[in-house]
């Protein structure tokens, strides 16, 4: 069935470094991988997308890229801050001829920021 | 001030007994979704829905039932066949012709 594969699992880093987060997929027709924060307790929090029309998106400190040929895609956050501490999901889904839109997720990498 | 809500944020049930999770929203959103997410594990999709009155099911729906008389609600009921319920659920939901899912703040359910 589909699946996606995230590592590391856990990932530590000195504030100000760079963390990158990546995913691999199994089904070559996803075409949207979105990215989640998840704050303990709360729900997870979409901080950005990419659809497969393009190889790299970016927002401030947080860039994706998406390779698919070899089907992965990585989360880069650059200058890392104590509150990027959090648990950062993968997904990918298939769309088209109105499917619903069903995210296949990751198991999550836990990132702490160290001050 | 718009968004999705689930109530309560925690939830306490003797074992055996069926118990309902609420999940609103009033961002004129079609899709609604529940997962399920345990400690070390990524969400699992329990049931969707597109449209009201009408429901499917995602991989892990044994045990759990759904509703959707209203656009803005998605009630989940976890029923006693749920061989183990403790996990902290969470309700989605998607506005139309757009594929991004937007999560509530979740409901932590926990048997005794």
């Known amino acids: 069935g589909e699946n996606v594969e995230q590592h590391p699992s856990t990932l530590s880093v000195q504030e100000g470094d760079s963390a990158v987060i990546k995913c691999t997929y199994s089904?070559?027709?996803?075409?949207?991988f979105p990215w989640y924060k998840q704050e303990l307790g709360k729900g997870p929090q979409l901080i950005i997308d990419?659809?497969?029309?393009?190889g790299e998106k970016k927002d401030q400190r947080i860039a994706v890229t998406l390779n698919k040929t070899a089907k992965h895609f990585s989360l880069h956050i650059t200058e890392t801050q104590p509150e990027d501490s959090a648990v950062y999901f993968c997904?990918?889904?298939?769309?088209?001829?109105?499917?619903?839109?069903?995210?296949?997720f990751g198991t999550g990498t836990l990132l702490a920021v160290q001050p | 001030d718009g968004g999705i809500t689930q109530s309560p944020k925690y939830l306490f049930r003797k074992e055996g007994q069926n118990v309902t999770l609420s999940c609103e929203q009033n961002?004129?959103?079609?899709?609604m979704y529940w997962y399920r997410q345990d400690p070390g594990q990524g969400l699992r999709l329990i049931y969707y829905?597109?449209?009201?009155?009408?429901?499917q099911k995602g991989d892990i729906a044994e045990g759990y039932s759904v509703s959707r008389e209203k656009k803005e609600s998605f009630p989940l009921t976890v029923t006693s066949a749920q061989k183990n319920p403790t996990a902290f659920y969470l309700c989605?939901?998607?506005?139309?012709?757009?594929?991004?899912?937007?999560f509530g703040p979740g409901t932590r359910l926990t048997v005794l």
């Open positions: 961002l004129n959103h079609d899709a």
């Open positions: 089904d070559s027709a996803s075409n949207y």
């Open positions: 990419i659809r497969s029309n393009v």
């Open positions: 829905s597109q449209i009201v009155n009408d429901f």
């Open positions: 997904a990918a889904s298939r769309l088209g001829g109105g499917a619903t839109n069903k995210l296949i």
């Open positions: 989605a939901s998607s506005p139309p012709g757009i594929d991004t899912q937007y």
